[in-house]
């Protein structure tokens, strides 16, 4: 009798890849973001990425990040934890995480304290100074959301599509 595989990945590693993996669908040329979403269970329950609302097309709005706000994304792209939870069709996220490849801004902070999410696991927290960021946290704080940074493994995981 053989003993089971050792090298499997963790929850952690397989929903961030996922999360990972989600936000590479992304057209932004600056700034892919992916989401997980996952219950209690460790199943997954949603996934979304950064990018226009449906019938809006990414040929005919804007991708610049700088210059008049009309001419901006800024505006138009849905973020990767709204999609996430829009695309969402069960009866409810409540006491679910989600997996985040950027640090959730103060708007899909209140999406996901509204949803009922529960735990935020990020990758990356690049603007964290900046006071979208801050207004997150305080947020997160106070909704008694936790929040807590991905510890990358080191461990290289290779595809062939």
């Keep these: 009798m053989s003993e089971k595989r050792r090298d499997y990945i963790s929850w952690d590693e397989y929903f961030m890849?996922?999360?990972m993996l989600s936000g590479m669908r992304s057209k932004d040329p600056s700034t892919q973001v992916g989401a997980c979403i996952v219950s209690p269970q460790n199943k997954i329950l949603s996934m979304g990425y950064n990018g226009f609302p449906m019938g809006c097309s990414d040929e005919d709005f804007p991708w610049a990040r700088e210059?008049?706000?009309?001419?901006?994304?800024?505006?138009?792209?849905?973020?990767?934890?709204?999609?996430?939870i829009l695309n969402y069709r069960g009866t409810g996220l409540d006491g679910s995480k989600i997996y985040v490849s950027l640090f959730p801004c103060n708007e899909c902070?209140?999406?996901?304290?509204?949803?009922?999410?529960?735990?935020?696991?990020?990758?990356?927290?690049?603007y964290a100074k900046t006071?979208?960021?801050?207004?997150?946290?305080?947020?997160?704080?106070?909704?008694?959301?936790?929040?807590?940074?991905?510890?990358p493994t080191g461990r290289k995981v290779e595809i062939n599509l």
């Excluded at 001419?71 to 990767?80: I, L, R």
């Excluded at 996901?112 to 927290?125: E, F, L, M, S």
């Excluded at 960021?133 to 704080?141: H, I, L």
């Design 17 to 19: 890849g996922v999360a």
């Design 67 to 84: 210059g008049d706000p009309f001419d901006t994304k800024y505006f138009y792209v849905a973020h990767s934890e709204l999609n996430a």
């Design 109 to 126: 902070a209140k999406a996901i304290i509204q949803a009922g999410i529960r735990t935020v696991i990020y990758a990356d927290d690049k």
């Design 131 to 151: 006071p979208a960021t801050q207004a997150s946290k305080r947020m997160f704080d106070a909704a008694g959301v936790r929040y807590y940074q991905y510890q």
